[in-house]
């Protein structure tokens, strides 16, 4: 318009938008498995810039803190994953991740990996942040040796493995009695208390300490065994502990 007259025609403006990539998007999450157990991980993104949206693929940018991540084909697990900026074999872009034995605890890993769409990475990493929630693990005899002489006791140091529960905080029970000679609670690790006549006797020394009593004039190597099993007050040793007691020849004089 000059103030009087408008144009009789409307220009046009005709504006025109470059296309800039737009880069996928790594989703963070968190997944929870139990002790001693792997658990399979979709690594999963997103992107705005296809239609339809093509595959994403994966890379591990930073291997986990505590455990291992493996390749994995959806069911079994696949090869160890050792170095950054790995991809993911999977074409779900899924991995394997295994704790350490035993190990336990809420956030008590996390790795991180980025996605790809085939023209360029995610921005920023998306992070896997693992809970490992603790399981009971039940307790372990050990199998013991012990040695003596002819007519002499033995005190026989009674032993078993936990991952939760200290050895001596475990509970020693009497479950085969010996094949020879005679087995007796102690207070003090040397002197004979009350004979152990039954199984399923519970240990009573606080350092689960019994006595072996050989027959008489007895010997052997070895000479005879008995058993045991421990447990933390919920799960009781799988197998027994073996006593192995070997007796060594002492001259007798003649009378």
Do not use: C
Not at 48 to 59: I, K, R, W
């Amino acid at each position: 318009s000059d103030g009087t007259l408008t144009s009789a025609t409307a220009g046009v403006v005709t504006v025109s938008i470059s296309n800039v990539h737009d880069a996928p998007v790594s989703e963070s999450a968190t997944v929870s498995t139990n002790e001693d157990t792997g658990v399979i991980i979709m690594l999963n993104g997103s992107t705005v810039e296809y239609n339809p949206v093509p595959g994403l693929s994966a890379q591990v940018t930073v291997l986990p803190t505590l455990g291992s991540v493996y390749q994995t084909d959806g069911v079994t697990r696949g090869s160890l994953i050792t170095s950054v900026n790995t991809n993911v074999t999977d074409g779900e872009n899924r991995v394997w991740y295994e704790p350490v034995l035993h190990g336990h605890g809420s956030s008590y890993t996390t790795f991180s990996f980025r996605m790809y769409d085939g023209t360029g990475y995610s921005a920023s990493a998306g992070v896997i942040t693992v809970d490992v929630v603790s399981v009971n693990d039940g307790p372990h005899a050990l199998n013991i040796s012990a040695s003596g002489d002819e007519d002499t006791n033995v005190a026989v140091q009674l032993n078993g493995t936990d991952a939760e529960t200290a050895s001596l905080s475990l509970v020693y029970t009497i479950t085969s009695l010996p094949t020879a000679g005679s087995i007796y609670q102690t207070t003090d690790g040397s002197t004979l208390g009350a004979q152990i006549t039954s199984t399923n006797t519970v240990v009573s020394n606080a350092n689960k300490f019994v006595i072996f009593e050989p027959v008489a004039n007895m010997r052997g190597v070895p000479y005879a065994t008995f058993e045991y099993t421990v447990s933390d007050g919920t799960l009781t040793s799988a197998t027994a502990g073996v006593v192995t007691v070997s007796i060594s020849n002492v001259h007798d004089a003649p009378v």
